[in-house]
């Protein structure tokens, strides 16, 4: 059985750091957000009787992007997966997955991830917003490090708006069950690849 890792987008050390992400609509950052929710995917997933550190890995919140992705790769092997929450902003509303362009399975992936997230957050009011590749327009980036440079199948998941209040006023009052919904679709996404040796995380075009 494939191990899940699972990683809270941004680096933190402190509340003025400019590794922690964007401010917040109330006021915290990014990074705080995804670190709170994390620790309850952490406990949810020990709930469903994984062992940390066995069958899951919870990267470091003192690592910032190039050092998450180093600290996954020199610890993972084949039929693993891993994740990383984020917080998204712009104005929007909802949640989406980001896949490396150009690769069906990681796209059915996204699809599982999503699918078991919304399957808890939707009645909350989270929208969605679909699978995308990471690849301009659907990001402000030409590609997306953690989806291109994990050497296990991985994916990015945007759980909601920081800078909207509606969906900061669900996840501040239902965090738990945004963890539910993530660690249901880690169990999914694990299931999927864990039982075969999947393919890198590289594009096919």
Same mark, same amino acid.
């Given at each position: 059985?494939?191990?899940?890792?699972?990683? /809270?987008?941004?680096?933190? @050390?402190?509340?003025f750091?400019?590794?922690s992400?964007?401010?917040?609509?109330?006021?915290?950052?990014? /990074?705080?957000?995804?670190?709170?929710t994390?620790?309850?995917?952490?406990?949810?997933?020990?709930?469903l009787?994984?062992?940390? %550190?066995?069958?899951?890995?919870s990267?470091?919140?003192?690592?910032?992007?190039?050092?998450t992705?180093?600290?996954?790769?020199?610890?993972a092997?084949?039929?693993?997966?891993a994740?990383e929450?984020?917080?998204?902003?712009?104005?929007?509303?909802?949640?989406?997955?980001?896949?490396?362009? @150009? %690769?069906n399975? @990681?796209?059915? !992936?996204?699809?599982?991830?999503?699918s078991?997230?919304?399957?808890?957050?939707?009645?909350?009011?989270?929208? %969605?917003?679909?699978?995308?590749?990471d690849?301009?327009?659907?990001?402000?980036?030409?590609?997306?490090?953690?989806c291109?440079?994990?050497?296990i199948?991985?994916?990015?998941l945007?759980?909601?708006?920081?800078?909207?209040?509606? !969906?900061?006023?669900?996840?501040?009052?239902?965090?738990?069950?945004f963890? @539910?919904?993530?660690?249901?679709?880690?169990? /999914?996404?694990?299931?999927?690849?864990?039982?075969?040796?999947p393919?890198r995380?590289?594009s096919?075009g």
């Open positions: 059985m494939g191990r899940i890792f699972i990683s /809270a987008g941004h680096y933190f @050390r402190n509340s750091d400019q590794g992400g964007a401010d917040t609509v109330i006021g915290t950052s990014e /990074a705080q957000e995804m670190i709170k994390r620790d309850l995917v952490v406990s949810e997933l020990q709930s009787g994984l062992v940390e %550190n066995q069958d899951f890995f990267v470091p919140d003192t690592l910032n992007l190039s050092p992705i180093r600290w996954i790769n020199n610890r092997i084949s039929g693993d997966v994740l929450i984020h917080g998204n902003a712009g104005g929007g509303q909802g949640a989406e997955i980001f896949h490396v362009h @150009r %690769n399975e @990681r796209k059915r !992936d996204g699809q599982r991830v999503l078991a997230y919304l399957g808890k957050v939707s009645s909350l009011g989270i929208l %969605n917003r679909g699978v995308k590749p690849i301009k327009p659907f990001t402000q980036h030409p590609r997306l490090a953690f291109r440079d994990v050497v199948p991985s994916l990015l945007e759980i909601c708006f920081m800078d909207s209040r509606s !969906d900061m006023n669900a996840l501040t009052t239902s965090r738990l069950t963890a @539910r919904g993530i660690a249901d679709g880690l169990i /999914a996404f694990r299931d999927a690849r864990g039982g075969s040796t393919p995380n590289t096919s």
